[in-house]
């Protein structure tokens, strides 16, 4: 699944090659972390006149379910003078993919520790007419879920790229959601349907 990039310039000229970079380094940090809900990355140069290091500003944000986030920033001032754009932004995603290695490792140590409590998936699919989905853990399992299992009546809130908790059962056709929580919403938005909930009404368990 293709993160969702927010990127946004200023004072700093915009370029394609710029703009290929940094796609790639996210491309690579899906690698590290399987289940990323968004990445927001702002370049800025904000003083014209820096003394002495780097005169760029490079922010990182990612967020990872269960409502995990985690922000690289590199200041101006940081760094050599004359070290090209593309070194800096080089070090942050260095930065970011070590912090989200950690944090993947941190997460899947607690689910080994702790298997009878919630874990942490993000929906991967989503079907409204026949009320049913399927998340994606941490460990990269694709678990079957019905809207009836989705706390709060919360189903027609529940998008692909949403981040959830969930507590797991065996059922007839292998493992599937009992419970799941929202923990975490993606930027997009669900479809605007008046017979929004007439479809999830239809759902029915599955067989």
């Keep these: 699944m293709q993160i969702p990039l927010e990127l946004s310039f200023r004072d700093v000229n915009k370029t394609a090659e710029l703009e290929d ?25 904000p003083q014209e006149h820096q003394s002495s290091g780097s005169p760029y500003r490079v922010r990182i944000n990612v967020r990872v ?47 080994k520790q702790h298997p009878e409590q919630e874990n942490a998936a993000i929906v991967e699919e989503i079907n409204y007419e026949d009320g049913f989905g399927f998340l994606r853990s941490l460990e990269g399992r694709r678990i079957y879920f019905h809207a009836n299992s989705v706390l709060n009546n919360d189903f027609k809130r529940v998008e692909v790229g949403t981040g959830v908790r969930f507590v797991s059962e065996m059922g007839e056709d292998g493992l599937q959601a009992s419970t799941v929580q929202i923990v975490d919403k993606p930027g997009g938005s669900l479809p605007k349907s008046d017979d929004l909930d007439k479809l999830i009404e239809k759902g029915k368990p599955r067989k």
């Design 65 to 111: 379910p269960p409502g995990k986030e985690i922000v690289v920033t590199k200041n101006p001032g940081d760094g050599e003078m004359h070290d090209p754009l593309e070194a800096i932004i080089r070090d942050a995603f260095a930065t970011a993919t070590r912090e989200l290695r950690e944090l993947g490792n941190r997460l899947n140590q607690e689910v």
């Design 21 to 45: 970079l940094i796609n790639d380094k996210v491309d690579d940090l899906e690698k590290v972390f399987d289940n990323i809900i968004s990445c927001r990355m702002a370049v800025e140069k």
